[in-house]
């Protein structure tokens, strides 16, 4: 049966595998993100549809980075001049147009390191951005399941998925299809996706943190705006890159 122990049973080792097989891309990511960060570049992360809480999960949060910048197709809304109702599209993540809006939004500078999660790793906006930043020269990291990217065919009309495009890629170690328990009569229930990458999100972020402490390097860490001296701490260092971190609500 169908219960939250079953799927607390089946996560476990799926998180297991994901630490013990990802390590060595993991330290490769981490030295591709610390080496931006300390040359003053900004960690520029996107996803779309559920795959943007891994970019939740690295951008302006409580033991985060801060030169870090979340990208989001709302941009195009928030940031852009686009009609509200664009969000409305539920293919709007197939575009690959949408990139080349995201990518102007995002003003990035050279230094500037991307990070693409997409559990299929197919769809046109994902794989547009990976392409126009490879050709803007700037390392990319792809966050997508190994699985199911391969058993699916490509919707870009390159024919690239987002794992081909990439410097690192990291498995969210996710099955095909992203859940985990199946159901009598087919389909399973219970993705894994989002909690692989938080993972993911978190050991990118520690691994990091040690390079900038193995250079005798204070890293820029945020405190919780929720305690005593935390908006001031964070302040602080968000004026370091004036003009360059988007906050919203």
């Given at each position: 049966m169908i219960s939250a122990q079953r799927y607390a049973d089946a996560v476990r080792p799926v998180l297991d595998r994901l630490?013990?097989?990802?390590?060595?891309?993991?330290?490769?990511?981490?030295?591709?993100?610390?080496?931006?960060?300390?040359?003053?570049?900004?960690?520029?992360?996107?996803?779309?549809?559920?795959?943007?809480?891994f970019a939740a999960a690295l951008v302006a949060r409580a033991g985060g980075l801060?030169?870090?910048?979340?990208?989001?197709?709302?941009?195009?809304?928030?940031?852009?001049?686009?009609?509200?109702?664009?969000?409305?599209d539920p293919k709007l993540e197939r575009d690959p147009a949408v990139a080349h809006q995201l990518y102007a939004l995002a003003a990035p500078q050279p230094?500037?390191?991307?990070?693409?999660?997409?559990?299929?790793?197919?769809?046109?906006?994902?794989?547009?951005?990976?392409t126009l930043v490879r050709e803007q020269g700037h390392p990319l990291i792809a966050v997508t399941s190994v699985e199911h990217t391969a058993r699916v065919a490509p919707r870009h009309p390159s024919g690239h998925r987002l794992a081909d495009l990439a410097d690192v890629v990291l498995d969210n170690g996710a099955p095909y299809g992203d859940a985990l328990l199946p159901l009598e009569g087919g389909g399973a229930v219970c993705a894994v996706s989002s909690v692989t990458a938080a993972l993911l999100a978190q050991l990118l972020t520690a691994e990091v943190v040690r390079r900038f402490h193995q250079a005798g390097e204070v890293p820029p860490i945020y405190l919780s705006a929720n305690v005593p001296g935390g908006d001031e701490h964070n302040l602080a260092l968000e004026s370091r890159y004036a003009g360059r971190l988007r906050r919203t609500a």
């Open positions: 630490v013990d097989t990802q390590a060595e891309a993991v330290d490769r990511a981490a030295d591709v993100i610390a080496g931006g960060l300390r040359a003053g570049g900004v960690l520029q992360a996107f996803g779309a549809g559920h795959s943007e809480a801060v030169p870090t910048n979340r990208l989001s197709l709302h941009d195009l809304v928030l940031h852009g001049d686009a009609p509200r109702d664009v969000l409305a230094e500037d390191v991307f990070v693409v999660a997409s559990q299929s790793g197919i769809n046109g906006s994902v794989v547009e951005l990976a």
